[in-house]
T-cell receptor, first 119, second 115 residues
Framework: GAVVSQHPSRVICKSGTSVKIECRSL??????MFWYRQFPKQSLMLMAT?????????EQGVEKDKFLINHASLTLSTLTVTSAHPEDSSFYIC???????????????FGPGTRLTVL | KNQVEQSPQSLIILEGKNCTLQ??????????LRWYKQDTGRGPVSLTI?????NTKSNGRYTATLDADTKQSSLHITASQLSDSASYIC??????????????FGKGTKLSVIP
């Protein structure tokens, strides 16, 4: 159980275009989802936290108009990188928290990541 | 400021050998500490999770220890295999009564197991 998928796994796009990345919880309801980006040899950096049905909370320095997050259902969150530029090239990872879990760990389950390359 | 520091930054060991990775944290108040394995180009996969009351937890050949007093944790890998080559990330979850679930990540230790 507790599987999180991401689609696509890899995307290459031209500068100026928009790219949408999907994050799905396959076997649980994710009341909260998180979006991270990771640069080579760096740790994960939290971009934003989204709760189902409400606006995402962005971390300081993350442009909300550039990184649009939608969490319209308990199993799906999307991240859209608008007007992508080469500096947006990175590894984007989502995670999801099982809102119905009785565990005291508040565990987050991570997706496999999406490699974005902007030419 | 909440921080998680890991050492060594990278490590190369021979297949079949054991190794221990270290994690020091300053997160307070503290809820739980996790170790993840991240293969290149993949998302992190959970190995162990421990609360402040747990001193050790095992998952196959992986054994994590936690000393909440000194704010230190270690991950011991026994009889390493080539497939253990990956980055190992220490992640600490702060306790927040307001329901914040943000995690503090270490930079990871890159382990390379060679034949």
């Amino acid at each position: 159980g507790a599987v999180v998928s991401q689609h696509p796994s890899r995307v290459i796009c031209k500068s100026g275009t928009s790219v949408k990345i999907e994050c799905r919880s396959l076997d649980f309801q994710a009341t909260t989802m998180f979006w991270y980006r990771q640069f080579p040899k760096q740790s994960l950096m939290l971009m934003a936290t989204s709760n189902e049905g409400s606006k995402a909370t962005y971390e300081q320095g993350v442009e909300k108009d550039k990184f649009l997050i939608n969490h319209a259902s308990l199993t799906l969150s999307t991240l859209t990188v608008t007007s992508a530029h080469p500096e947006d090239s990175s590894f984007y990872i989502c995670s999801a928290r099982d809102g119905n879990s009785l565990s005291s760990y508040n565990e987050q389950f991570f997706g496999p990541g999406t490699r974005l390359t902007v030419l | 400021k909440n921080q998680v520091e890991q050492s060594p930054q990278s490590l190369i060991i021979l297949e079949g050998k054991n190794c221990t990775l270290q994690c020091n944290y300053t997160v307070s108040p503290f809820s739980n500490l996790r170790w993840y394995k991240q293969d290149t180009g993949r998302g992190p996969v959970s190995l162990t999770i421990m609360t402040f009351s747990e001193n050790t937890k095992s998952n196959g050949r992986y054994t994590a220890t936690l000393d909440a007093d000194t704010k230190q944790s270690s991950l011991h890998i026994t009889a390493s295999q080539l497939s253990d080559s990956a980055s190992y990330i220490c992640v600490v979850s702060p306790y927040s009564g307001a329901g914040s679930y943000q995690l503090t990540f270490g930079k990871g230790t890159k382990l390379s197991v060679i034949p």
